[in-house]
């Protein structure tokens, strides 16, 4: 989409959506680690740049539903307007006017709405929160900061080092065979680990009821990320975010873990 938006790509929308939405549905059902959230950026941005075909909208006008598009994509597949504005503007824009900040606004909350209400969609997460963090604690949040912006940046080099490994596999069947390698994991952990197949909504709730053991925490943690890191470096439709939410979500759930064991913290 960045590609496209920046002149350097000519997508054939209706293709496009058409193997996105299998390719991506496929994935999901083969139990790879990815989200759904880079599918839905592409085919929003896919839909928006058709109806500006078919409407015939200038270049600049198919830009800017392009990245309506892509928001409204993105606010669709977690209930999370906001989330598609901000992705909108510092990802697919990169640069902010009142007119784009307005649209997108538009096609996003259109696009929750439509989610919400028309197809029955609720928010991803929909954690109960019963009260709220004592000031004291707050030097543990500071510290968990510090250790998930370290742990961000590693799983950055741990991808990119990834579709490294996975592009030197070269051949007729390069792409047959990138593919073939992380949906025959997900039938191996499919018998031995399925907590952490698909794009790891489970592994959150086991993390927040708070019934986890330390070690079993981490364990998941380095499997997630190993699966995660395979599964987008082959290549496979799929997003990243949501998987990173997931490995997020265990790291402080460890946190926390070693926390109340030898720290004292409720």
């Not at 058709?50 to 928001?71: D, H, L, N, V």
């Not at 004592?134 to 940046?153: F, K, N, T």
């Amino acid at each position: 989409v960045q590609g496209e938006l920046k002149g350097y790509l000519n997508q054939n929308w209706h293709r496009v959506l058409c193997s996105k939405i299998i390719g991506g549905t496929l994935c999901i059902l083969g139990g790879l680690s990815l989200g759904r959230e880079g599918p839905s950026v592409q085919l929003g941005a896919m839909v928006a740049k058709g109806i500006a075909k078919i409407t015939k909208k200038s270049q600049t006008k198919e830009r800017y539903m392009m990245t309506c598009g892509a928001g409204a994509g993105l606010a669709a597949a977690f209930n999370a307007p906001l989330a598609g504005v901000m992705f909108s503007l510092e990802e697919i824009h990169k640069n902010f006017s009142v007119s784009v900040l307005i649209s997108v606004m538009t096609a996003s909350i259109t696009a929750d709405y439509i989610s919400a209400e028309f197809m029955g969609f609720r928010p991803v997460f929909q954690f109960e929160v019963t009260g709220a963090i004592p000031d004291s604690y707050y030097g543990h949040i500071i510290a968990l900061g510090i250790i998930l912006g370290i742990m961000g940046a590693f799983y950055n080099k741990v991808t990119l080092k990834s579709q490294e490994l996975f592009g030197k596999i070269k051949g007729k069947r390069s792409e047959t065979i990138k593919l073939l390698i992380p949906f025959l994991m997900a039938g191996f952990f499919g018998f031995t680990m399925p907590e952490i197949l698909g794009s790891g909504h489970n592994l959150v709730d086991m993390v927040a009821e708070g019934n986890m053991m330390l070690k079993g925490i981490l364990f998941l943690f380095v499997m997630k990320l190993f699966f995660s890191c395979v599964s987008f470096g082959s290549g496979a439709p799929g997003g990243i975010f949501f998987p990173l939410l997931v490995l997020g979500s265990l790291i402080g759930g460890a946190y926390a873990s070693f926390a109340v064991t030898y720290l004292g913290m409720d």
